[in-house]
């Protein structure tokens, strides 16, 4: 009688860990998918780069000069082996900001003085400020999200645009990185790293400068993302509105000035850049009824709204506007 009744327990309780095995063999599976789809798709990009793109001496447009990641992912530690390479520091001051100085964006076309106060201090000390972020995908282009980010963004812990609001639910992180000559104590970078806290992805580990394009009479705003053997590289124009609030505009029509650059590594100190004209972004920051600092952001491909995240901005605690 105690027999079967244990071979019956047996049989029972190994059973779970028969299906704990299976679904190890499942996950495992289509991890290794899911990484093969977004190998191939990253080498289909930079193909498209090489073939479509403009072969480029460096030297030749310093303007789009941007970091370019090396390995098959990005990640937070991207700013720490930026540094080991070109012999920088790394700090992380309470009052950095994205821009040393507003004024560095006077131009032919903007007058930084139109823009608020409090717009130009967001910028030259944003680390002073909180956002929250909300995001909404465009219908038509959701499929085309989730693809990009599932298999190509989450591969290289970069750009992981949030798909559903709920991912942005428990806040989103706002670090800026200063990275200076170890020698002069010069900045040549600022990073903004900026991830979901729900979830740990990167949403952005991007490069923030000035830069004056030669098809632009004015200093731009460049912001690289540094991806796997390139970069993406985006240039806006600055534009004051009537009402004191800022633009950033990376529209146009043609190489050399505001838009986005795919660029991808050549070696022997040449790139291919391919600038995409069909897709750009809007970046509205402004003061509501309230006098709240917010910021409406939209990213645009073929005329279709890819993407909206809209952040609100509020001084951290402890520190005075």
């Not at 190489?255 to 100190?269: K, L, N, W």
């Amino acid at each position: 009688m105690l027999g079967p009744r244990y071979h019956e327990s047996s049989s029972a309780s190994r059973f779970p860990l028969q299906l704990r095995a299976y679904r190890m063999a499942f996950e495992n599976f289509t991890s290794g998918l899911y990484g093969a789809v977004g190998a191939l798709l990253e080498h289909g990009i930079r193909l498209w780069v090489r073939l479509t793109g403009r072969l480029v001496d460096k030297s030749d447009v310093p303007w789009l000069s941007s970091p370019i990641g090396t390995g098959g992912r990005i990640g937070n530690e991207f700013y720490r082996q930026l540094a080991e390479r070109e012999g920088l520091q790394i700090s992380k001051s309470a009052d950095a900001g994205l821009l040393p100085s507003f004024d560095l964006l006077k131009g032919p076309q903007f007058d930084p003085a139109l823009v608020r106060l409090e717009i130009r201090e967001f910028y030259e000390h944003t680390a002073r400020f909180h956002l929250e972020a909300w995001s909404e995908t465009g219908l038509a282009s959701r499929i085309f999200m989730w693809g990009l980010v599932t298999f190509v963004s989450r591969r290289m812990d970069q750009l992981n645009f949030p798909l559903s609001p709920l991912e942005l639910s428990a806040g989103m992180s706002s670090e800026v990185i200063e990275l200076d000559n170890g020698q002069t104590g010069k900045r040549v970078y600022t990073g903004w790293l900026r991830t979901m806290v729900a979830t740990g992805k990167i949403i952005y580990a991007g490069l923030y400068s000035t830069t004056s394009p030669e098809g632009y009479a004015g200093p731009c705003v460049k912001v690289s993302f540094p991806v796997p053997q390139g970069s993406s590289t985006v240039v806006l124009r600055p534009e004051a509105a009537a009402d004191g609030s800022f633009r950033l505009i990376s529209r146009n029509t043609r190489f050399g000035g505001p838009g986005f650059y795919r660029i991808v590594e050549q070696g022997s100190g040449k790139w291919c850049v391919r600038y995409i004209r069909t897709l750009h972004e809007v970046f509205h920051v402004y003061l509501d009824a309230e006098g709240v600092l917010r910021t409406d952001h939209i990213i645009y491909f073929l005329g279709l709204t890819v993407l909206r995240l809209h952040y609100k901005i509020t001084p951290k605690r402890g520190t005075q506007r």
